[in-house]
């Protein structure tokens, strides 16, 4: 079944109507040729539910939906995780923002550490953000998503330790972390409802500072294991663990 985003205000739950707007409504009518009585999927993005309605009518700029009956399946995970990403080179966020929302995070905000190589100007940030969010947003549909994850502005290591400061949970993958028990243990006290932060860095990690200045603010350093692991693979690998430890 197709998933669909809409604005809170386009779901009228006295009418029982829904109204698709904007560049869906090509991509229903003339990509996927839907026709009036078929099912879709539509989310608000913001309150976690899954409204099923049936396409009703086509205006010239709107798909018009009878709203049939409104799921909460707890597809979500019930905690919010978000991924604090060092900005790494080429292309490489695009397919980190991709599987990330595939994976549950929440909020996605990316880094400009010491050793990132990329560095962005106020407007090539911009370009760059929207970019993602329309990834995001892709990537939240085809995985069935409630919410789609936002990506934040982009700001620097002592910005996101400050940012994080009050989440309950605080990790950060390091070279010299105590053993995989150690991992396995803050792994498994996570709790359902609790607020996680990961913190990744770029091509060549953090410096030593960086993940001193970590350290001093509570956020706790865990192993992903013997191999070295890419920037990329180090979010997934953190993420999945998290996934796997809170779904139910």
Known sequence: MYQFFV???QIEMEEKRVTILGSDVNHIKN????????EIAVSNGMDKKDYRCG????TEDSVICELRFIKDDGLELPSQVYLFQGLPKAD???LIVQKAVELGVHQIIPMATKRAIVKLDEKKAKNKIERWQGIAEASAKQSKRRVIPQISQVMSMKEAVALAKDMDVKIIPYELAEGMAETKKIIENIRPGQSVAIFIGPEGGFEDNEIQAALENGIQPITLGKRILRTETA???TLAWIMYQLEE
């Open 7 to 9: 604005e809170p205000g």
């Open 31 to 38: 990509v996927l040729r839907m026709k009036i009585g078929e």
């Open 55 to 58: 396409i009703a009518d086509f």
């Open 92 to 94: 490489k966020m695009e």
């Open 235 to 237: 979010g997934f690998t």
